[in-house]
């Protein structure tokens, strides 16, 4: 008869780049092997208090960088598709948890594509969050909108329901959105009649693309005609957005290792 959280008894891993109080805090990197996080992060600490279970990290790239999840501490995370194929990352021990049934829902984090890539490669949802929908703490860049934490699961209502719980205001970060975390309880249901969609296959050329994944890609444009949206093919001038990225990226790196 006691009140229990939306996740109560469900089991959480918890991606290595983020802190659980009592588990490792290795960020993959052998400098941190013995580290274990004093706090939770704040996506760690709403898990908890919803009644998930914490056990264990899911592996990442040294300190988060990089599109393949393999390092010098736990070695590399295989794609359960392909044994010889990537993982993607960098969020892909979350990814290929989730995949494989060993978690139910899992949290990851995008600066660059942590949560889409390895989504995409391991036939699961992942989704990249607005700055300050998930908010972060602790964070060394407080005000940076470019690195943003978000779940991974195998559905679309999967997600919503872990959005539930994890986003929401906190008054630790200032950039927090306002609204509840129980919007995402609303029904995904609705009239896309008319709904405008850009897309893109590869940004104008400034991105390379597998032929396979360019197929699949523009077969499921199809779709959303099909639901009555309105698209067109257009995209930004991105000229230098590589070396702006890379720039931003230095930049909040330094701040994260003080």
């Known amino acids: 008869g006691e009140d229990v959280g939306p996740l109560h008894g469900l089991s959480i891993s918890i991606k290595d780049t983020a802190a659980a109080k009592g588990f490792p805090f290795t960020e993959g990197s052998v400098i941190f092997k013995d580290r274990i996080a ?67 829902l899992a949290d990851g984090s995008d600066t660059g594509g942590s949560l889409r890539y390895p989504a995409a490669f391991n036939n699961v949802v992942g989704l990249r969050t607005s700055p300050g929908r998930v908010p972060r703490y602790p964070k060394s860049a407080p005000y940076s909108p470019q690195s943003v934490q978000g779940p991974i699961a195998r559905t679309i209502s999967d997600v919503a329901f872990m959005m539930s719980v994890i986003s929401g205001p906190d008054d630790r970060s200032p950039i927090a959105i306002e609204e509840p975390g129980s919007i995402f309880l609303e029904s995904l249901e609705m009239d896309m009649k008319g709904l405008k969609i850009a897309y893109s296959v590869d940004l104008g050329g400034e991105i390379p693309v597998d032929p396979d994944v360019r197929d699949v890609f523009e077969a499921q444009i199809k779709v959303f005609e099909e639901l009555g949206c309105e698209i067109e093919e257009a995209y930004p001038d991105f000229t230098g957005a590589d070396e702006v990225f890379r720039t931003f990226r230095a930049h909040e790196f330094e701040a994260s290792m003080g």
Do not use: W
């Open 38 to 104: 004093q706090q939770d992060n704040l996506v760690a600490e709403r898990l908890r208090k919803a009644g998930a279970i914490i056990i264990g990290k899911t592996n990442v790239p040294e300190f988060g960088a990089g599109a393949h999840t393999f390092n010098n501490l736990f070695g590399k995370t295989l794609n359960p598709y392909h044994l010889e194929r990537t993982a993607g990352g960098s969020s892909g021990g979350s990814a290929v948890a989730v995949a494989t049934g060993m978690l139910p």
